[in-house]
């Protein structure tokens, strides 16, 4: 009985703490469905793309290419590849990024292309003693 009663209220006060906000890491990709993403860093930042890359993955998206491109960039822009512009917006929200463009290119074989940009910071790791 003690056990349930600590449990209510260890999810009680995660729930009044978060004030029912949105948090990043509640996006998952869609089930049953292969969203294949591009993440590309736009910026000085060695890494930030592989540490992108694990974030998305974690959520279930199928990071399919990875790399740095040119010229840098302030903040991140995702862009939707293959006319489904809920799958940019759910990368979007994983990543904690605002904008997102809809640049349709049929002759890539994915469907969101990440631009990471200064601005974005990786979530902290999870620590494993």
Known sequence: ?????????????RAASSGGRYHATD????EG???????LNATRVRG???RATLHLRDRGFDVVDVGTTQPARD???????????E??????????ATRVESRPDTSRYLDV???LGDAWRPPAEPFYP
């Open 75 to 85: 903040s991140t822009l995702v862009l939707d590849r293959s006319n489904h512009p």
């Open 33 to 39: 469905v292969r969203v294949r993403v591009q993440v």
């Open 1 to 13: 009985m003690a056990i349930a009663a600590v449990a209510t209220w260890a999810l009680r006060g």
């Open 27 to 30: 996006v998952r990709a869609p």
């Open 48 to 50: 930030l793309a592989r």
């Open 87 to 96: 799958w940019a917006a759910l990368v979007a929200k994983a990543l904690g």
């Open 113 to 115: 292309t990440v631009l």
